[in-house]
């Protein structure tokens, strides 16, 4: 399920993540590759849901050859039910269930995190998506809502769902993403389980990614913030293990930022576009202290469009 490659190196896939990681994003980081597969962010599964209109968002050959998985999120079973057969039939071959987004909008509605709250609806949601496929069944999760009063039961209520795997971001809804991730309870949860555990949270660089593989044990590595700062995070670390290096140059930036805004260009209005490379530009600008400094200029900027924006950023990209 979740394989090593020849040298060793984990299986490493790209986390799904509401706003900055959409299509345009994911699209050019496909560019780049060195992950196994990717997760789309998540579709929701409202109770008065149209379901055929919800997952037409789902497009399987999207990042091909690399394979994209699709997650759902809700809280009626019957129609997270329905939504998993009709991904399999736009040919997803994996279905991730939502247990971990923190928004208070999506939570407020009995979904995302707020599942974590009753471990036996937690278990009824899952087995609802397993029973109603035959392609695997995953979960991704924090460690709870309010505490981890829960977290044991949690995770066992996933894996008695018969899903395949669990991912976990060892930090609670009311964390959110501030405090330092608890790489001990990925530790917990391996050693709980008899399912794959699958490490997420604070892998920044080769070095963590090297860490929480030690400290935990876990199965494999999904990395979502990172390759936002770094979209060469993955080849780095799969090179670690081939006793290489892998050196980006500037050509191989700039070209992914030009997939980014072309792909932008064909999606939204300009004003938009902006913004989101804006969004994009700062977490790049976090890869190292020089840029740091000039992040808030990035930030700032009034350019009128995006190509605009990119070429004042290449005067601090390109030195």
């Known amino acids: 399920m979740l394989p090593k490659d020849p040298n060793g190196c984990p299986y490493l896939q790209l986390a799904p993540m509401e706003g900055v990681g959409d299509a345009c994003f ?9 992950f196994d597969e990717a997760v789309r962010d998540f ?4 109770t008065n849901a149209h379901i055929k209109s919800i997952v037409k968002g789902y497009n399987s050959e999207e990042l091909a050859p690399i394979p994209l998985a699709a997650q759902i999120m809700g809280s009626d079973t019957d129609l997270m039910a329905e939504a998993a057969q009709e991904l399999v039939q736009k040919g997803a071959k994996r279905i991730d269930v939502n247990c971990g987004c923190p928004s208070n909008t999506v939570t407020g509605k009995g979904a995302g995190s707020s599942l974590l709250k009753e471990p036996k609806f937690l278990y009824e949601v899952a087995k609802s998506v397993v029973d109603a496929v035959s392609i695997p069944v995953t979960v991704k999760m924090r460690s709870g809502f309010d505490d981890i009063s829960l977290f044991k039961e949690n995770l066992l209520a996933v894996q008695e769902s018969g899903a395949k795997y669990v991912t976990l971001h060892p930090r609670t809804k009311v964390e959110g993403y501030t405090p330092p991730a608890r790489w001990d309870l990925i530790h917990q949860a391996k050693t709980l389980l008899k399912i794959p555990v699958v490490g997420n949270g604070d892998i920044l660089n080769v070095q963590n990614a090297l860490d929480m593989m030690k400290q935990t044990g876990c199965d494999a590595l999904m990395i979502g913030r990172g390759s936002v700062i770094n979209p060469f995070i993955f080849h780095q670390i799969r090179a670690h293990f081939a006793k290489t290096t892998y050196k980006p140059t500037q050509d191989d930036l700039m070209k992914y930022l030009s997939v980014y805004l072309a792909n932008m260009a064909q999606e939204m209005p300009v004003q938009l576009q902006v913004n989101k490379l804006k969004q994009l530009l700062g977490f790049l600008f976090k890869r190292s202290a020089k840029l740091l400094e000039s992040r808030i200029l990035i930030l700032r900027s009034s350019h ?16």
């Open 26 to 34: 994911r699209k050019a980081i496909g560019t780049v590759g060195g």
């Open 304 to 319: 009128p469009n995006p190509n605009s924006l990119l070429e004042y950023a290449k005067t601090f990209l390109i030195n």
């Open 43 to 46: 579709l929701r599964i409202p």
